[in-house]
């Protein structure tokens, strides 16, 4: 998880919506270091987060084949291909419609429950979606608003498609107020595989629905909390 210590240091204490309760015991509170330039579409299709992984399999895929090692050359252009489309950034299409949402990823749709929000803990629906490894791993904010919290927990990297994931596993929190003050928390879980959550959105943020605010690298689950009854204001 990439974290961003000034930013973290300008916070002040009571800028948590969960004041009650907080302690040693209760996880952390952290900005994550954002990166504008992901939060916008992509010229070649391609996350940029992917570049460097790329680049590192083709150039083993060039050395074994220099070296006329033909079958390692073959299974690292595979590989290559492989990220190459686990980091694929297609243009989506966004609902015109006021009122709708849309999903924060790709994926199976795993469970549709009533559960207590991550921060707020009043009782809503939650939508769990996994993503496997061929899925596209570019998250999307569901709705338009304001980045009113963002909540990392460190955890372990069970699988993600199971239920006690939400609790155990690493994940980072991102809650959005809407236009008309509800609260709508979008949950990136890291899995077995992923070992990486990256946001690229901070707080105090106004986001559009379907624009671009993180991604989770290699096989993972997104949950959406939204809070349609209580407003927050």
């Known amino acids: ?43 070649l299709g391609i996350c940029l987060e992917g570049i460097p992984y790329m680049g590192m399999a083709a150039l ?8 006329g090692w033909k079958v390692l050359s073959v299974l690292a252009l595979g590989v290559t291909f492989g990220i190459v489309h686990f980091f694929r950034d297609p243009e989506r299409v966004v609902a015109a419609e006021k009122n709708a949402a849309v999903s924060p990823a790709d994926g199976r749709v795993l469970d549709v429950q009533s559960r207590p929000d991550p921060v707020s803990k009043q009782q809503c629906p939650r939508i769990s979606i996994f993503m496997n490894v061929f899925d596209v791993h570019v998250n999307r904010t569901p709705i338009s608003g304001r980045v009113k919290n963002i909540v990392y927990h460190e955890g372990n990297f069970h699988r993600a498609s199971l239920g006690q994931a939400d609790q155990s596993n690493e ?23 992923a070992r990486r959550i990256v946001c690229w959105t901070e707080r105090g943020d106004e986001i559009r629905r379907g624009q671009r605010v993180g991604l989770i690298k290699f096989g993972s689950r997104v949950d959406l909390d939204p809070n349609l009854i209580n407003p927050t204001r």
């Open 1 to 43: 998880m990439r974290l961003g210590k000034k930013k973290q240091e300008e916070l002040p204490r009571s800028a948590s919506p969960h004041q009650e309760g907080e302690g040693p015991g209760n996880p952390e509170i952290r900005d994550v270091t954002p990166n504008k330039e992901n939060m916008y579409p992509s010229r």
């Open 60 to 67: 083993g895929t060039l050395v074994f084949a220099l070296l």
């Open 171 to 193: 994940r980072n929190i991102i809650v959005i107020e809407d236009d008309d003050g509800h609260s709508w928390s979008m949950v990136q879980i890291a899995g077995l595989i």
